[in-house]
């Protein structure tokens, strides 16, 4: 079709721009992660040292690293779960370490080659698997799991219970789950707005023209937020990517996992172990499994 003769079906677009239902998400987030054109300009961020993009700078990484081995007493011979590893900087880390056990999980294939190619490149002995990882099935294996750069507050009522259930199975009696969280004192985060930008040649939802429609909103009552993309392009194909993100209070998050068998050991405010504070962005937790 010559891309200057289209029409814009409005109904269509007014629907897809309304309120979107809690967790209802358009394009599903493992195509998000997974698309050919958006999993390379994520990669890109992932690997930019000088951005907190997509994961965070080196620095923090090692900082965190740091923390985590201290924290959790963590010693060469125990086994370490990392899910959503994405290109591996945190498996990478503990491997030049001495760390000998390690597994990543992640379903975003580039990321997973990516980082399977450094391991092999620099010899590091880490297990990386191209998975969903609510769809893993491990029993009792794990001294410790790891979740980083607030992955746990993308779930769905019935996504979280499931990832709760499966990393207490995943772990050892007495293992941690280590993960960090938003909270609602991350002022970017919560900010509400609506916003337009033409892309004339290509952007980062898209390889070609288009013009990207954001919408951010903020549902105090839920402690939830919806970053969401409309992306039209010039064919007048509508493309929607919500992307939520539920934040927490500690006592919200020490309540939530206590029924699920996780009993909280440390909480800090971020996971180089900054303080946490009544105003801290992050909340950072250590929970034992109790079995
Ligand atoms: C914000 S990035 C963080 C990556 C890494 N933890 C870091 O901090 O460098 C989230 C990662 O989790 C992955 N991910 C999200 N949900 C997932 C799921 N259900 N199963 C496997 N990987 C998932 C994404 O592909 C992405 O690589």
Not at 108 to 129: D, G
């Amino acid at each position: 079709m010559n891309p200057r003769q289209f029409y814009f079906d409005f109904t269509l677009m007014a629907k897809t721009t309304a309120p979107a239902t809690f967790f209802e998400r358009g394009v599903p987030l493992e195509d998000f992660w997974n698309n050919e054109y958006i999993s390379k300009q994520m990669l890109q961020a992932h690997l930019d040292p000088n951005t907190d993009a997509a994961s965070r700078k080196p620095e923090t990484i090692r900082r965190s690293v740091d923390w985590i081995i201290d924290q959790a007493k963590l010693r060469p011979e125990h086994n370490l779960l990392d899910l959503g590893c994405g290109p591996g900087l945190y498996c990478t880390e503990f491997a030049r370490r001495g760390y000998k056990r390690i597994t990543g999980i992640d379903f975003s294939r580039r990321s997973i080659e990516y980082a399977r190619e450094q391991a092999a490149n620099n010899n590091l002995p880490i297990e990386y698997i191209h998975q969903n990882y609510l769809d893993m099935e491990y029993d009792n294996q794990f001294d410790v799991a790891m979740m980083i750069y607030c992955d746990f507050g993308v779930f769905s009522d019935v996504e979280r219970d499931k990832v709760l259930k499966k990393v207490h199975r995943a772990l050892k009696p007495g293992g941690l789950f280590i993960f960090d969280v938003c909270t609602q004192h991350n002022a970017e985060f919560v900010r509400e707005f609506k916003d337009w930008t033409i892309y004339p040649e290509r952007g980062f939802f898209s390889a070609g023209p288009h013009m990207e429609l954001q919408n951010n909103v903020h549902y105090p009552e839920h402690n939830l937020v919806l970053d969401q993309y409309v992306i039209l392009d010039q064919y007048g194909n509508t493309t929607i990517y919500n992307l939520w993100e539920r934040y927490y209070s500690v006592k919200g998050l020490v309540d939530l996992l206590r029924p699920y068998g996780f009993q909280g050991v440390k909480l800090a405010g971020d996971l180089t172990g900054k303080e946490y504070t009544e105003t801290s962005p992050f909340i950072a937790a250590i929970v034992k499994t109790l079995k």
